[in-house]
């Protein structure tokens, strides 16, 4: 009897996991569909006001140049680890953290790499390194356009005052709830389109077109911060669904098979005791 106790022990707790692993997915299912409206209305304006501003990059002569387009010889790489506060959410956090130590470790093994946190699991993963300039995970508690502007200040800082000379986003991009791009993006300075269509079309531009892109660059890259930021978001609550609806499924197929087991252990104990009380009857025959 002490073995049922314990497989209906078990099957109360699996009972109870699956209850707050499917209320955890319709959480993030609710909390997803207002991320996701968010990132994919302002996508198309991001996307398309950074591709501007790299075409109009493109057309400055060398001496006008913006200084954030300033290509220099690369010595300090400032990486920013896009992550979450919490855990839950699968994959998520772990596929940012390897994608950075693979930049680290590979791609910027020759230089001296700093970090830029934003999101609790990737302060705690690169914290131990004595190499984050700054931990930005409090930005999630208010997500506004205006606190990730001056995350995006402090970045166009570092890199006017040349204590970085790269600055890279390395992010989740949402696609679907199910599925998640790694974002290996570099942030400052701008990489000019080369041969691309605004680079074609002759405009007039008033003010000058040097004046326009030193106005608009900080605003693009703000926005293009906000934009990583966001997809980020929302690639969170996917993959926190996702993962909390193959927990529920996974917590449902256990405990069947608990009950399963507890039902064969049931059968056996009362076999038992009928096969004890059928010997002891003929035993008071006999």
Request: aromatic letters at 6%.
């Amino acid at each position: 009897m002490a073995n049922l106790k314990e497989i209906r022990n078990r099957i109360s707790s699996v009972s109870s996991t699956m209850q707050i692993t499917s209320a955890m997915k319709m959480v993030s299912a609710a909390k997803l569909k207002k991320a996701q409206d968010a990132i994919t209305a302002m996508r198309p304006y991001s996307d398309k006001l950074t591709e501007l501003l790299q075409g109009l990059s493109a057309t400055l002569d060398a001496d006008s140049g913006s200084k954030f387009a300033d290509q220099r010889v690369v010595n300090k790489v400032l990486i920013v680890a896009i992550t979450s506060n919490r855990g839950l959410a699968g994959a998520f956090n772990s596929n940012i953290i390897k994608q950075v130590n693979l930049l680290v470790n590979h791609t910027y093994a020759n230089q001296q790499v700093s970090y830029l946190s934003i999101g609790k699991k990737a302060n705690d993963a690169f914290k131990k390194s004595n190499k984050v300039i700054a931990n930005k995970s409090a930005v999630y508690d208010d997500l506004t356009f205006d606190n990730v502007a001056e995350i995006a200040e402090l970045l166009m800082d570092r890199f006017l005052t040349h204590k970085a000379d790269k600055i890279v986003l390395v992010y989740n991009k949402f696609k679907n709830a199910a599925t998640q791009e790694i974002m290996s993006e570099q942030f400052l300075p701008i990489v000019p389109i080369e041969g691309g269509d605004s680079a074609n079309v002759d405009y007039i531009f008033e003010p000058s077109k040097a004046e326009i892109v030193e106005q608009l660059i900080p605003k693009s890259l703000k926005t293009q911060l906000y934009k990583a930021i966001r997809d980020s978001f929302a690639s969170e609550h996917g993959a926190r669904m996702t993962a909390m609806h193959k927990a529920t499924d996974n917590a449902t197929e256990l405990r069947d098979q608990l009950k399963l087991t507890y039902n064969k252990a049931r059968q056996a104990s009362i076999t038992n005791e009928i096969l004890e009380i059928v010997g002891g009857a003929e035993a008071l025959n006999n």
